[in-house]
T-cell receptor
Framework: GQQLNQSPQSMFIQEGEDVSMNCTSS?????WLWYKQDPGEGPVLLIA?????ELTSNGRLTAQFGITRKDSFLNISASIPSDVGIYFC???????????????FGKGTKLSVIP | DTEVTQTPKHLVMGMTNKKSLKCEQH?????MYWYKQKAKKPPELMFV???????INESVPSRFSPECPNSSLLNLHLHALQPEDSALYLC?????????????FGSGTRLTVV
């Protein structure tokens, strides 16, 4: 089935540094979602993107829906220790048709922040 | 209310037990989902209910039986599970339709089968 390539797989950064991660697909997507998951908890939606080229911010987080509709990135500025966790991208492929409820997930980026 | 509430948070069950996981949302979402998540892996879709009807079953073994009593509730009945079924089980809901507005996850049930 459809797969999302999420990179990097993991990253270690110093507190205060900026972070960037991205997801790419071989086919076009209609929706991109970015989630953060803490251990033992469910994924929490950070940013949702619905239009090609859309750039959306949520505090220190910024995400963009690529204009080719095949990629998305998430940036975190001035990282803090509570940013630690696993970040997942997820999307709804365009081929899935109207009314489809399925999401395709990336494999996640594990972020570690060194104080 | 913008939450999906799952109970219990933790569950340990034997292979001969019957148990149920519960999920509740009051956001008016018409699509509800069960996902299974293994450690360090992304969530894997199990079932989708749309307007209280089962619309997707991702070839899940019959020892997992979903139920949607009404538009706010979703249950997952468990029977004769195997140790490899131990995982985090996540419920999610969304507005449904074309763009899945408000695709929200619960905090999950950590299931251990012994």
């Amino acid at each position: 089935g459809q797969q999302l390539n999420q990179s990097p797989q993991s990253m270690f950064i110093q507190e205060g540094e900026d972070v960037s991660m991205n997801c790419t697909s071989s086919s076009i997507f209609n929706t991109w979602l970015w989630y953060k998951q803490d251990p033992g908890e469910g994924p929490v939606l950070l940013i949702a993107l619905y239009k090609a080229g859309e750039l959306t911010s949520n505090g220190r987080l910024t995400a963009q829906f690529g204009i080719t509709r095949k990629d998305s990135f998430l940036n975190i500025s001035a990282s803090i220790p509570s940013d630690v966790g696993i970040y997942f991208c997820a999307g709804r492929p365009a081929y899935s048709g109207a009314g489809s409820y399925q999401l395709t997930f990336g494999k996640g980026t594990k972020l570690s922040v060194i104080p | 209310d913008t939450e999906v509430t799952q109970t219990p948070k933790h569950l340990v069950m034997g292979m001969t037990n019957k148990k149920s996981l519960k999920c509740e949302q009051h956001m008016g979402h018409r699509a509800m989902y069960w996902y299974k998540q293994k450690a360090k892996k992304p969530p894997e879709l199990m079932f989708v209910y749309s307007y209280e009807k089962l619309s997707i079953n991702e070839s899940v073994p019959s020892r997992f039986s979903p139920e949607c009593p009404n538009s706010s509730l979703l249950n997952l009945h468990l029977h004769a599970l195997q140790p490899e079924d131990s995982a985090l089980y996540l419920c999610a809901s969304s507005q449904g339709g074309v763009v899945n507005y408000g695709y929200t996850f619960g905090s999950g049930t950590r299931l251990t089968v012994v």
